[in-house]
Each structure stands twice: as structure tokens, then as C-alpha cells.
């Protein structure tokens, strides 16, 4: 009778077994234990920012340490900038030259060359009023015969000659009042905006060679001391900021169709507090394994899709690396 038993026991099970291997079946719900026991694994990944120079030089400062942390706007590091700070100072001076020029064109004559051209129109108008005398006393001399008509016309042509002088001192005093041609201070005016640019761009060359931090991060590692040569864009220090720290784990193929963007879920690790959350940024459209030739239930059930989510705000850091278990996603 106990034998009999033994041998009904063993064809269950051989046939539980065969019905695995035909169906394709989980052999923990050939069992009776649904997916819903199951917990999807994965790891931690942080999104490191790799700081580097854009040009080579020597570092000649840097005030943060590997494990330390920093603020948003804090140094990191110093390449030699005497080069930069003496185009910078170079740009500076080509600026306001180029505005004084283009002033001096807007604003017209100083007042001392102004002053100097009224002098003279002043003389030369006393002098054409005592030569309009003799015009007159020679033209009365002439018509009653005393004088030469020599003398006449030498008054006449003195007389013509200082009228065009205050004229062209009068049209002098005009233009000293005036500012150059708008095509000069257009020209200047462009000279100006061009130096200007070249300023922005030498002071960013030397921001970029003295980069701060651009968030609150962790200095997760350092690739250069002082002293040292540093290739032009080669990281001299990496930044670890929380909000680029993300889970990976992986979901097989019969419950990532129940996975949706921005979907909160719950994740366990070693020695960590309970009820994290993390909410799914990245769904995966592929299958991290895909079985020779065609699909079977036995290949569907090996397929993973990889989805990634966000630690929720405020809640203890993670240390990229450290695996973690993610509760199963809700029917």
C-alpha cells in the first residue's frame, strides 16, 4: 500500500514536470504561487557631471576633496588664468577706445575750437566794416575824379574777400556744431558692439577656466592635483548632485504592461528605512533578452524589460551600486 503511494506520488510529479517543460509554465505557478510574490531586483546609478577646462593649463587651485560636498556656486578648481586675465584686460581697453571714438563723433568741435573759429569771424567782421568805409571813400574819390580807379578796385576786391571770409567762418561755426557723417558713426558705433563681444567672450574663457559648482552636489571623485598639467577638456573633478540618483531594475515581460510613466513605486535595500518610493522616469521599449528564432512559453517567460525611476525628494541618500528590491507593480 505505501508502495503503491510512493508511485502515484511520482507520476504527479513526473507529470507536474512535463507539463513545466511543454507549457512553458513558472514552475512557481505550476505551485500555485502567483507573480504577485515575486520582487523585481536592481541597483542604484548615479548620473555623474564630469567639470573640465576648455583649455589646457596648469591647476593651480582646487579647494574641493573626493567625498566632500558643495553648493551651487562654489569653486572647484583654478587653471593658470594669466593669460585669460591679461585678454580680458586687453578687450577692456579696445572697448573704450572704440566708445571714446564714437562720442567724440556724436559730440562734434570743443568748445575751445569753437571759441577760436568766433574769434576769428569777429576780426574778420570788424575788418570787412572798415573795408566797406574805404569801398565808399574811394568810390565818392573816383566819381569826382581824385583818385585812381586803381585804388577803387583794390577797395572793391578787399571788400570781396572779407565778405567770403565771414561767410566761410560763420559756415565753420555750422559744422563745429555738428556731429561726423552717419556713416562714420555707424562704422564707430559697430566697432563699439564688436568690442564689446570680444569682452563677453574673453571674460567667459576665463569663468571657464575657474568653473563653480552648478548645483548642490557630492565631489564623488578628483582627477588632478595642484601643479598639475591638465589637458584641455579633461574632467578634473566629477559632481554626484542627488536628483540624478535613479534605480534600474528589471520587470519580466508579464508585468511591464502594467507599468506607466510617473507611476510611484516601493523599493527596499539593505539597512535602509522602510517605505521608499520612487517614481518611474524610463520604461524601456525593448527586451533586455530575446530567444534565437521564435518566441515560445518558454523563451516569454526569460524576457526582462528595464525601467528606471526617481527617489523621491527628502528621503535618505543612496550610494550608487547598492542593490535594491522593488515590491511588485499593483494589478
Given amino acids: 500500500m505505501k508502495r503503491e503511494r510512493l508511485i502515484v506520488i511520482g507520476g504527479a510529479a513526473i507529470a507536474l514536470l512535463l507539463a513545466v517543460l511543454w507549457w512553458g509554465t513558472p514552475l512557481s ?18 548620473e555623474t557631471s564630469l567639470i573640465a577646462p576648455p583649455v589646457a593649463g596648469r591647476l593651480v587651485k582646487r579647494p574641493v576633496d573626493r567625498g566632500g560636498h558643495v553648493k551651487k556656486g562654489d ?63 574811394q568810390s565818392d574819390l573816383l566819381a569826382r575824379g581824385i583818385n585812381s580807379r586803381q585804388a577803387y578796385e583794390q577797395a572793391e576786391s578787399t571788400l570781396r574777400q572779407l ?52 548645483e548642490d552636489a557630492l565631489v564623488e571623485n578628483t582627477f588632478f592635483n595642484t601643479g598639475e598639467w591638465v589637458p584641455a577638456g579633461t574632467p578634473v573633478v566629477s559632481l554626484l548632485p542627488a536628483f540624478r540618483v535613479k534605480l534600474r531594475f528589471y520587470v519580466p515581460q508579464e508585468d511591464v504592461a502594467r507599468a506607466r510613466m510617473d ?22 521599449p525593448r527586451a533586455e533578452y530575446t530567444p534565437p528564432v521564435i518566441y515560445s512559453q518558454s523563451a516569454r517567460a526569460k524576457l526582462v524589460f528595464l525601467i528606471e525611476a526617481r527617489p523621491e525628494p527628502g528621503q535618505t541618500p543612496l550610494s550608487p551600486g547598492l542593490p535594491i528590491t522593488v515590491v511588485p507593480l499593483p494589478r
Fill in 75 to 137: 569653486l572647484l578648481f583654478v587653471t593658470d588664468p594669466v593669460l585669460a586675465e591679461a585678454e580680458v584686460m586687453r578687450a577692456k581697453a579696445a572697448l573704450a577706445e572704440s566708445k571714446s571714438r564714437y562720442e567724440n563723433l556724436l559730440t562734434g568741435k570743443r568748445q575751445e575750437e569753437q571759441d577760436v573759429t568766433r574769434a576769428q569771424r569777429r576780426e574778420s567782421e570788424a575788418a570787412l566794416a572798415e573795408a566797406e568805409l574805404e569801398y565808399k571813400r
Fill in 263 to 284: 507611476q510611484t513605486v516601493n523599493f527596499t535595500c539593505d539597512s535602509c528605512p522602510a517605505d521608499l518610493k520612487a517614481r518611474i522616469i524610463y520604461i524601456s
Fill in 163 to 214: 565778405h567770403a571770409r565771414v561767410a566761410s567762418l560763420t559756415a565753420q561755426e555750422k559744422v563745429n556744431d555738428l556731429a561726423a557723417r552717419p556713416d562714420e558713426i555707424a562704422a564707430a558705433k559697430a566697432m563699439v558692439g564688436q568690442n564689446h563681444a570680444n569682452l563677453e567672450q574673453a571674460r567667459k574663457r576665463l569663468e571657464d577656466q575657474m568653473p563653480v559648482a552648478p
Fill in 29 to 46: 505557478a505550476a505551485l500555485g504561487f502567483g507573480n504577485e510574490s515575486a520582487h523585481y531586483l536592481g541597483y542604484v546609478e548615479g
